[in-house]
């Protein structure tokens, strides 16, 4: 597939690429120990070239990246369709990603199928 650069949209920077990798293992991780491993066809994570507006644990403003969690399942890759993963699932991606990876305040699930979507942002 393609290398993590494809997975950060727009300019690609050092430390863009290192939030994917991160959240791309937790991903990765957290799938497999719910036995999604080769039941998802393609999962991976996004992380858009823009800053997203948060708040911390103190209830100060923060400026941090939108990580989009991304799974499809496909036979033809013309096609694809979004599984339905648990919501609780999600939910601990979710909370592992913001508080164990630098910089990001913010996770979104992509629902969006193919056609409209493609499996890749880029």
Known sequence: GPGLG?????????????????????????FAANGLQGKVWQYFTIVPDFKSVGVNEKGERTEGYLVVLRAVNTRDAMTATVPEIPFALLQKITDRITHEVKGVNRVAFDLTPKPTGTIEWE
Do not use: M
């Open 6 to 30: 494809v997975r950060c949209v727009g300019a690609i920077t050092r430390e863009r690429l290192e939030v994917v990798r991160e959240a791309d293992a937790i991903l990765r991780e957290e």
